[in-house]
């Protein structure tokens, strides 16, 4: 198979917009299982610190207990404020790539695939790579590919497609790139 196949992606906003909170909730779900942890670290040391019991309330360990409740009280707020303003921004973000879309009147981007590389094309930017940077995941209904070794991510499920588009697709990835787990 020396010659490429290109794929028409259109453009929808909507869904963009959901593909895109999804991602966001997806990268982030790392970022919940420490906040989880340092919520339930804060609460056994400060539980702790605070006892009435008399082996630690008359010990020297009760106040470190209560400090390290509070620094990991500082870490949880730590992370909540990174994960707002991560947010607000990422939002932000995406309201001016759609508005750019928009503006271009763009309805359609294109994967072009052959044996030697994968490009990703639409009226804003051009972005392509070999297979070997390239990998892909299935997470629930979404299909996460990411090139240039993790540093760029694209989301897609099958009714991005038309036709037997997304099977070329995924066939495509299946032969060429790794499967992340």
């Given at each position: 198979m020396d010659e490429s196949i290109k794929l028409?992606?259109?453009f929808n906003e909507n869904r963009e917009r959901e593909h895109q909170k999804f991602f966001?909730?997806?990268?982030w779900k790392k970022g919940f299982t420490e906040l989880k942890k340092a919520i339930f670290y804060a609460i056994l040391f400060l539980s702790l610190g605070f006892s009435s019991l008399n082996f630690i309330q008359n010990n020297p360990a009760s106040t470190v207990f209560r400090y390290a409740g509070v620094i990991f009280l500082g870490y949880i707020f730590l992370l909540l404020y990174q994960y707002f303003t991560k947010k607000k921004k990422f939002y932000q973000s995406i309201e001016?790539?759609?508005n750019d879309f928009k503006r271009k009147n763009e309805n359609t981007s294109f994967i072009i695939l052959d044996k030697e590389n994968i490009t990703m094309e639409n009226s804003l930017s051009t972005i392509g790579t070999v297979w070997s940077k390239?990998?892909?995941?299935?997470v629930d209904k979404y299909l996460i590919l990411s090139i240039l070794n993790n540093n760029l991510n694209f989301i897609f499920t099958e009714t991005d497609f038309k036709g037997?588009?997304?099977k070329t697709f995924t066939s495509f990835l299946e032969q060429y790139s790794k499967q992340e787990k």
């Open positions: 028409k992606v259109p966001f909730h997806h990268t001016e790539q759609i390239t990998s892909y995941k299935f037997s588009d997304y």
